[in-house]
């Protein structure tokens, strides 16, 4: 067969299906090693990415109305510190009205703790290897029945045997209980107690970094960013840029407002179901449940999680202690399945399994503030993909309906 003849088959194919690129093996190495990199440094760089992130991210979203205020000649510092203000100030005040049910619950902790500690004893107590034990009473009344027997018909008769006192039955020995579970549980609660002590100053410098990183992101971010796009020859389609901005700037602030709305409706609605039905504590856990659904899939998990042990608190363990999950879990399925889809839209469209693989990374990388922030991050960089038309077969596979 000719060489001719062997090639026309792949001419064919690629008439068919286009050319297919090949990537040179070196290339993808390197791009796989480059992706570790990337991760790596996201992961060991936390301390001083995150409230980078984050602060890039509210500047986004706040960004806009600083530009409105800027149009009335109100100056940047003065609105940026008006809306960090009217953002903090409510919050602010929530976590007073919380302050007292919070002492409550963290005095209760001890109290659950220590149950759980008795309750673990008993049942390590139980799958302790056992000890020799003393004859049960039954048993015992038929040995000595069985004695006087044999006594009462002359066999193994003694006269020195029945001079002999008989000894007394040793007593039972005491098993002491194996409560190396329960060990380990107070143990585990203090390291983490010690993490969480030795983590506060950390977090509060991070909190600090945001508020100003935020501040001058705000005030001082909008000109910089003009004359990057001036000054930097990369950047060859000025209106473009400015344009992508504007656009992830619009539909990040009308999706993180959208949703922060949704959590509010779904807190209130909660808070007031479960203040009906006689939950101690509603407010908090209306408030709880808002904050956790920021974090699909797993926010409602943990939420359910608290309510069923809050349940079990008041009500103890019998039937009615579920009544507070039931409640949320009714409304949070009313919200998901039918409101939150139809007021976002197809543009904000996520397929869940992508969704929830992004939200366990993001969680493995930065924690809490990850989980919370994945989605908003998420969004930013489907909508920029979208806008430069790069990644499009990713894009596509993103919005695949669930």
Same mark, same amino acid.
């Given at each position: 067969?000719?060489?001719?003849?062997?090639?026309?088959?792949?001419?064919?194919? #690629?008439?068919?299906?286009?050319?297919?690129?090949?990537?040179?093996?070196?290339?993808?190495?390197?791009?796989?090693?480059?992706?570790?990199?990337?991760?790596?440094?996201? /992961?060991?760089? &936390?301390? =001083?990415?995150?409230?980078? $992130?984050?602060?890039?991210?509210?500047?986004?979203?706040?960004?806009?109305?600083?530009?409105?205020?800027?149009?009335?000649?109100?100056?940047?510092?003065?609105?940026?510190?008006?809306?960090?203000?009217?953002? *903090?100030?409510?919050?602010?005040?929530? *976590?007073?009205?919380?302050?007292?049910?919070?002492? &409550?619950?963290? &005095?209760?902790?001890?109290?659950?703790?220590?149950?759980?500690?008795?309750?673990?004893?008993?049942?390590? +107590?139980?799958?302790?290897?056992?000890?020799? !034990?003393?004859?049960?009473?039954?048993?015992?009344?038929?040995?000595? !029945? +069985?004695? #006087? %027997?044999?006594? =009462?018909?002359?066999?193994?008769?003694?006269?020195?045997? +029945?001079? &002999?006192?008989?000894?007394?039955?040793?007593?039972?020995?005491?098993?002491?209980?194996?409560?190396?579970?329960?060990?380990? $549980?107070? !143990?585990?609660? $203090?390291?983490?107690?010690?993490?969480?002590?030795?983590?506060?100053?950390?977090?509060?410098?991070?909190?600090?970094?945001?508020?100003?990183?935020?501040?001058?992101?705000? $005030?001082?971010?909008?000109?910089?960013?003009?004359?990057?796009?001036?000054?930097?020859?990369?950047?060859?389609?000025?209106?473009?840029?400015? #344009?992508?901005?504007?656009?992830?700037?619009?539909?990040?602030?009308?999706?993180?407002?959208?949703?922060? @709305?949704?959590?509010?409706?779904?807190?209130?609605?909660?808070?007031?179901?479960?203040?009906?039905?006689?939950?101690?504590?509603?407010?908090?856990?209306?408030?709880?449940? %808002?904050?956790?659904?920021?974090?699909?899939?797993?926010?409602?998990?943990? *939420?359910?999680?608290?309510?069923?042990?809050? %349940?079990?608190?008041? /009500?103890?363990?019998?039937?009615?202690?579920?009544?507070?999950? =039931?409640?949320?879990?009714?409304?949070?399925?009313?919200?998901?399945?039918?409101?939150?889809?139809?007021?976002?839209?197809?543009?904000?469209?996520?397929?869940?399994?992508?969704?929830?693989?992004?939200?366990?990374?993001?969680?493995?990388?930065?924690?809490?503030? *990850?989980?919370?922030?994945?989605?908003?991050?998420?969004?930013?960089?489907?909508?920029? @993909?979208?806008? =430069?038309?790069?990644?499009?077969?990713?894009?596509?596979?993103? +919005?695949?309906?669930?």
């Amino acid at each position: 067969m000719s060489e001719l003849e062997q090639e026309a088959p792949s001419n064919e194919i #690629e008439e068919i299906t286009g050319p297919r690129k090949q990537v040179p093996p070196v290339q993808m190495a390197l791009y796989w090693l480059l992706s570790l990199a990337i991760l790596y440094t996201l /992961y060991f760089a &936390k301390s =001083l990415l995150l409230p980078v $992130v984050v602060a890039a991210l509210f500047a986004l979203l706040l960004s806009p109305l600083v530009g409105v205020f800027k149009r009335f000649h109100i100056p940047r510092v003065l609105s940026a510190l008006m809306l960090l203000a009217l953002i *903090g100030v409510p919050f602010t005040l929530l *976590g007073m009205q919380l302050a007292e049910p919070a002492q &409550k619950w963290a &005095k209760r902790i001890p109290e659950l703790s220590a149950q759980l500690t008795d309750e673990l004893d008993e049942f390590s +107590e139980k799958l302790s290897p056992s000890k020799v !034990q003393a004859p049960a009473p039954a048993q015992r009344t038929l040995e000595i !029945q +069985e004695k #006087e %027997g044999f006594r =009462l018909f002359g066999w193994f008769r003694d006269d020195e045997e +029945e001079e &002999k006192p008989e000894k007394a039955p040793a007593p039972p020995p005491v098993n002491v209980p194996d409560s190396a579970v329960s060990d380990r $549980v107070m !143990q585990g609660s $203090v390291e983490l107690m010690v993490q969480l002590l030795g983590a506060t100053p950390v977090v509060l410098a991070q909190f600090l970094t945001f508020v100003i990183l935020v501040m001058f992101m705000l $005030v001082f971010g909008p000109l910089l960013y003009t004359n990057f796009i001036t000054v930097f020859p990369q950047v060859r389609d000025k209106q473009a840029a400015n #344009e992508l901005l504007a656009d992830v700037q619009h539909e990040l602030s009308r999706y993180i407002l959208t949703v922060s @709305a949704i959590n509010a409706v779904l807190g209130v609605v909660t808070g007031f179901a479960l203040w009906a039905m006689g939950v101690e504590d509603a407010l908090l856990w209306g408030v709880m449940v %808002g904050l956790l659904n920021f974090a699909p899939y797993v926010g409602p998990i943990i *939420g359910m999680a608290v309510l069923c042990l809050a %349940g079990v608190v008041q /009500y103890g363990p019998v039937l009615l202690a579920l009544m507070p999950v =039931l409640i949320y879990f009714s409304i949070n399925m009313i919200e998901a399945q039918f409101f939150t889809p139809m007021v976002l839209g197809r543009n904000m469209r996520l397929n869940p399994l992508i969704l929830m693989l992004w939200l366990i990374a993001w969680g493995w990388v930065w924690g809490v503030v *990850g989980v919370l922030i994945a989605v908003p991050l998420l969004v930013c960089l489907k909508l920029a @993909a979208a806008r =430069l038309n790069v990644f499009t077969h990713w894009v596509k596979l993103i +919005e695949t309906p669930g």
